[in-house]
């Protein structure tokens, strides 16, 4: 797989915790919304955009805290999900007790000591409707240089693996841990390759590395 041109710099971005602007509660708003499987750029992000604007960018939620606190009949007017709610809220609540009240300190807190395999008995694992796609999301977001097994992902490492006469992962821990070691021999970082084969996928007749160019640079 080519190196998709400034890939790097959004790889960079999520590593040092600064996606969004830097808002922990845009990221984990992000990973909630992400988890029902909608569209990202399409369904996920305008409404993100539309959270900040009502929530954060008023002062109604400015921090993990008040994400947590929230009133669920105001934030379905942005997005109506119920279960992606509960998922932000909860995760919210769990990082607001760690950090000192520092956001970006207790999600890069919780990221680092979390461990993949025993993500099931993580406090954010736990979390009803958390799997471990958003388990991973979230720990590359706090700075962790890894990979998510959403289906994209999978599909396009299995087929590199199953050309270099090797046997597709099915298991998503034992995927994530070859798809890193897979990164590391072709020189990327895993994150990096995790990010590649998002956006070489096409939407249309256009790379989604083109064709929303300009959200990237935003988020």
Request: aromatic share 10%; with cysteine.
């Given at each position: 797989m080519r190196r998709v041109s400034g890939v790097e710099i959004y790889c960079d971005r999520?590593?040092?915790?600064?996606?969004?602007?830097?808002?922990?509660?845009?990221?984990?708003?992000?990973?909630?919304?992400?988890?029902?499987?909608?569209?990202?750029?399409?369904?996920v992000v305008p409404k993100v955009e539309?959270?900040?604007?009502?929530?954060v960018e008023s002062g109604g939620?400015?921090?993990?805290?008040?994400?947590?606190?929230?009133?669920m009949k105001g934030l379905r007017k942005v997005w109506r999900n119920r279960r992606s709610w509960n998922i932000a809220k909860d995760i919210a609540s769990y990082?607001?007790?760690?950090?000192?009240?520092?956001?970006?300190?207790?999600?890069r807190t919780w990221a680092g000591n979390a461990k993949l395999e025993e993500w099931r008995k993580d406090p954010i694992g736990r979390i009803e409707g958390v799997g471990l796609v958003?388990?991973?999301?979230?720990?590359?977001?706090g700075g962790v240089d890894t990979v998510m097994p959403d289906k994209v992902v999978k599909k396009v490492i299995n087929e590199i693996l199953e050309?270099?006469?090797?046997?597709?992962?099915?298991?998503?821990?034992?995927?994530?841990?070859?798809?890193?070691?897979?990164a590391l021999a072709c020189g990327y970082r895993p994150i990096?390759?995790?990010?590649?084969?998002?956006?070489?996928?096409?939407?249309?007749k256009i790379m989604r590395m083109k064709k929303y160019s300009n959200v990237l640079s935003k988020i």
């Open positions: 999520c590593l040092r915790t600064e996606r969004w602007g830097g808002s922990v509660v845009l990221m984990v708003v992000d990973a909630a919304f992400t988890s029902i499987g909608l569209n990202y750029f399409t369904a539309e959270f900040r604007r009502k929530f939620v400015r921090n993990l805290e008040a994400l947590a606190e929230a009133d990082l607001s007790t760690m950090g000192g009240g520092d956001d970006r300190l207790a999600l958003t388990f991973q999301y979230l720990r590359m977001m050309k270099a006469g090797e046997k597709p992962i099915n298991g998503d821990i034992e995927f994530v841990e070859k798809a890193e070691q897979v990096e390759l995790c990010w590649m084969t998002w956006l070489i996928q096409p939407e249309g």
